[in-house]
C-alpha cells in the first residue's frame, strides 16, 4: 500500500491566504493592520534563515513586520527592555523571540516577559498553563500545524491511539495535549522508553519529534496508520547535504495511509501557524472573535 503524502506545503498555501483574507478584511474594517516583532540577538545562521522567511511571509500577508536585530553580546538588561517596549506598543500583536538565545542568556526569563497575549510562539509559561488546563491560549506553531492537518486528514481524531516521540517543550509535550484535548488516547515517547517501536506499532498517529534522521522504521508503523514527521535534519548523502525528516519516509509510507513528507510536510505549516497567531492575537486584542477559518 503506498501512503497518501500529506501536501503540508500546499495546506500552508491555503491556509495563508485565508489569513491574507482575514487580515485585509480587518483593515478594509478599520481595525488596523495587525503586527508581529521578530528578535534575533546574535548572528546564528539557521536562525538568520528562519528570520528572513518569518518577515517575507509576514509582508505577503499583509500584516506589519518588525525585525529587531541584536549582537550577540546584548546583555539582559537590554534585550528585557525592548520586549517590555514591544509590550507596550500598540503596532505590535504578536512578539517572537527568535531561539536559541546565546548562552549567556536565560531564554525562561526572556520569554516568560513577554506579554502572554502577544505570546505567539506561545511557550510564556502562563500560555503553558492554560494549554495543560485545557483553557484558551496562545498555541505552539509546531504543534498547530500538525494537528491541522490530522484534523484535516482524519475529520475527528476521538479515540484513536496516538504516539508522540520526543517530549520537548515546544514540540512533543504541546503536541500531546493538542491531542488529548482532541479526545485521542496519547502515549509520549522519549529516550527511556522500553520499547519504542512496539509502542509505535500499536499507534493509529504516529508523531514524530526526535532530532534522529529517519530513526522511525516502516516496520514500526501500523498498516495505515498516519504519520507526522516532525524533524529536520541536515545529513551528508552520496556527497551531499541533504535534509531527512525523523522518519525512514519510505519504508513509513510502503505501510502507513499517510504521511507528511519532508521537506514540504510540517516545516511550511510552522510558519503559517505563526501568521495564524498573529492573527488570532490581533483579533483579541481588539476585542473581535477567533479568526473561525483557522481553527485548528
Ligand atoms: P529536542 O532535542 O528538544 O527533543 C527531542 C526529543 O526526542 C527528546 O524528548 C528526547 O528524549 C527524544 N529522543 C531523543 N532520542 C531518542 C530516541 N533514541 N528514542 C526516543 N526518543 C528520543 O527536539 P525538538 O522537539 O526541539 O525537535 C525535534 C525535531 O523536530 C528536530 O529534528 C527539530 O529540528 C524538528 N523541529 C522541526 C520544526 C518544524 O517546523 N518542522 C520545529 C521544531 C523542531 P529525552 O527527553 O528523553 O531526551
Redesign the pocket.
Known sequence: MAARIIDGKGFAEGLRQRIGAEVARLRAAGAGTPGLAVVLVGEDPASQVYVRAKHRATIEAGMASFEHRLPAETDAATLLALIERLNGDPAVDGILVQLPLPGHLDADLVINTIDPAKDVDGFHISNVGLLGTGQKSMVP??PL?CLMMLRDHHGKLAGLNAVV????????KPMALLLLQRDATVTI?????SD?AGTCRRADIVVA????PE?IRGEWIKPGATVID????RILRDGRTVLV??CDTEGCAAVAGAITPVPG???P??IACLLANTLTAACRRRGLPDPEALAG
Open positions: 506553531c509546531t500545524g516521540v520526543g517530549r520537548s517543550n515546544i514540540v512533543g515517547c522519549h529516550s527511556k522508553t519504542l519529534a526526535v532530532g534522529r530513526m516532525v524533524g529536520i535534519n525528516g525523523d510536510g510540517v516545516g505549516m510552522t
